[in-house]
């Protein structure tokens, strides 16, 4: 079982920024797919943002050009950098993990971003 840790959600003003930290328990964490994902709330999980264990980078239509998803392999952590927010960014946001090869996938328990406008 693999832990993650998810840090970094607040309550930010219109336009501001956030970064969020998620923090595994995984000595393979190279190994894995890292995403991140929001639920608003009364709505379904979506997809935010994923970087391959190779490098690759995808991110949902809705915040291409605002957010950044990293990842550090030594610190076995993802980050998502946010700007330029809105009322529509906020949810509660989840770390996910993925080892493809052995089908495995693990959820941190979100943490939450609060837009004011």
């Known amino acids: 079982q693999v832990q993650l840790v998810e840090s970094g959600g607040g309550l930010v003003q219109v336009g501001g920024s956030l970064t969020l930290s998620c923090t595994t328990s995984t000595s393979a964490f190279s190994n894995y797919t890292m995403a991140w994902y929001r639920q608003p709330r009364g709505e379904q999980r979506k997809l935010v943002a994923r970087?391959?264990?190779?490098?690759?980078?995808t991110y949902a239509d809705s915040v291409k050009g605002r957010f950044t998803i990293s990842r550090d392999n030594a610190k076995k952590s993802v980050y998502l950098r946010m700007n330029t927010l809105t009322p529509d960014d906020a949810a509660f946001y989840f770390c996910?993990?993925?080892?493809?090869?052995?089908?495995?996938?693990?959820w941190g328990k979100g943490t939450l971003v609060t837009v004011s406008s």
């Open positions: 970087v391959t264990y190779d490098g690759v980078v």
């Open positions: 996910n993990a993925v080892w493809l090869n052995y089908n495995v996938n693990f």
